[in-house]
């Protein structure tokens, strides 16, 4: 098995139980993710088989969005409804008074990481800290708010908020912030992640069906070619005996094409990552086995 599965993540499952339930489907302990989920959250979360799991830390769209549900008139010491509640009142936040603090929100912002969360201090992850009761001063991270937009009510406090986000954002985090900006307090009651870089829900297998399809030995139809995380550098065909010599770690030369990199193509198919440089080719990764 090697491509990329993306997989809508059920909630109560952490990243690591949906690797190793995949383990098991795909047959192979070669898997990646990318972009830890909590497990309350649902959505994308795309997994590298075989392969391509040497594309991981390769993509070059690190972005995400989600759909939030932020509940007013709680607080709770995990930033979710699954922590502690620390503080419940009644409050009459309106569509009106929140849409009107979002703009402080939108674009470079600094923001500190929760407590619980996976970030290191001194080799330890706060999270582990937390639930020690240990609380610890955190340096406030820049990170950047692309879209953040209300779209919908659920209940009198329950809203609904879309977020594009870079990397590193939490949102947890940005709802307990918004809360104080109003005056009150929020906590996260719902997380779905939409997208995950280039991968999307409409790209996304539940495991259910991810599980139906290994029955049905049609698994590979749901995986997308590593390619396709590279969709967006211009391709270079590499003729066969150039194609060897790229297998075989040597550079290629006279080559016709402007400096930059490229996706390689050879004569079957995808062969990974290369430089050229002055007509020379080289390779930059390679996801064909070398000969």
């Avoid at 820049?142 to 937009?149: A, F, G, Q, W």
């Avoid at 969709?231 to 005996?241: D, Y």
């Avoid at 062969?271 to 050229?276: A, H």
Wanted: with cysteine.
């Amino acid at each position: 098995m090697n491509g990329i599965l993306i997989v809508d993540k059920p909630t109560g499952w952490t990243s690591f139980d949906v690797i190793a339930k995949l383990r098991g489907i795909l047959g192979t302990r070669k898997l990646g993710h990318s972009g830890t989920l909590d497990p309350m959250a649902t959505g994308v979360l795309p997994v590298f088989a075989g392969g391509a799991s040497k594309a991981v830390d390769m993509q070059p769209d690190h972005t995400k969005a989600y759909r939030a549900l932020v509940r007013f008139g709680l607080a709770t010491d995990t930033g979710d409804v699954t922590g502690t509640v620390l503080r419940s009142e009644q409050t009459a936040v309106t569509e009106e008074q929140l849409k009107a603090v979002l703009p402080r929100f939108t674009g470079d912002i600094m923001q500190t990481p929760p407590m619980y969360s996976a970030v290191k201090v001194n080799g330890s992850p706060l999270y582990k800290l937390a639930r020690q009761g240990v609380t610890v001063e955190r340096k406030a991270r820049p990170v950047t708010i692309h879209r953040l937009e209300v779209t919908g009510q659920e209940g009198e406090q329950d809203f609904v908020l879309e977020v594009d986000c870079s990397k590193g954002t939490y949102v947890r985090t940005l709802v307990e912030d918004l809360g104080e900006a109003l005056g009150v307090p929020a906590t996260l009651a719902g997380l779905r992640r939409t997208r995950a870089g280039v991968f999307g829900l409409e790209h996304s297998h539940t495991i259910e069906e991810i599980q139906a399809a290994k029955d049905e030995n049609r698994l590979e139809e749901l995986l997308l070619p590593v390619e396709t995380v590279f969709a967006h550098l211009p391709a270079l065909t590499v003729s066969p005996g150039n194609t060897a010599r790229l297998l075989n770690g040597a550079p290629c030369y006279r080559i016709k094409a402007e400096n930059g990199v490229y996706r390689l193509q050879g004569p079957e198919g995808f062969l990974g990552l290369g430089r050229v440089e002055d007509s020379i080719l080289k390779t930059e990764k390679l996801f064909v086995e070398r000969t």
